[in-house]
Nanobody, 124 residues
Framework: VQLQASGGGLVQAGGSLRLSCAAS????????MGWFRQAPGKEREFVAA????????HYVDSVKGRFAISRDNAKNAMYLQMNSLKPEDTAVYYC??????????????????WGQGTLVTVSS
């Protein structure tokens, strides 16, 4: 099982990026998937997640109204559209998948599979 995150890069404050997470080795269409991020010297933190069957979403307060999580079950993929980026959004972003179907967890321990991370740098 592999999760491959991509789409990171360098962007100016106020700009946008779209992260992608491609899953292989098993289907996650019925499972909760999420994004986490880790800034230098900080712990990995929850960003957003989406349920498997209902498509319900949950975001950390700091990204509400700016980020949008989505998924394409036919492609076994998940996305994070990030708008109005701020320097404090700078981090390595990780995609993750849970064995849970509809209960979203915000702690890293609730997720069973992890991607390798993609770096997002927002300049001021």
């Amino acid at each position: 099982v592999q999760l491959q995150a991509s789409g990171g890069g360098l962007v100016q404050a106020g700009g946008s990026l779209r992260l992608s997470c491609a899953a292989s080795g098993r289907t996650f269409s019925s499972n909760v998937m999420g994004w986490f991020r880790q800034a230098p010297g900080k712990e990995r933190e929850f960003v957003a997640a989406i349920t498997g069957t209902t498509g319900g979403t949950h975001y950390v307060d700091s990204v509400k109204g700016r980020f949008a999580i989505s998924r394409d079950n036919a492609k076994n993929a998940m996305y994070l559209q990030m708008n109005s980026l701020k320097p404090e959004d700078t981090a390595v972003y990780y995609c993750a998948a849970s064995l849970s179907r509809d209960i979203i967890g915000t702690q890293t321990g609730r997720y069973d599979y992890w991607g390798q991370g993609t770096l997002v740098t927002v300049s001021s």
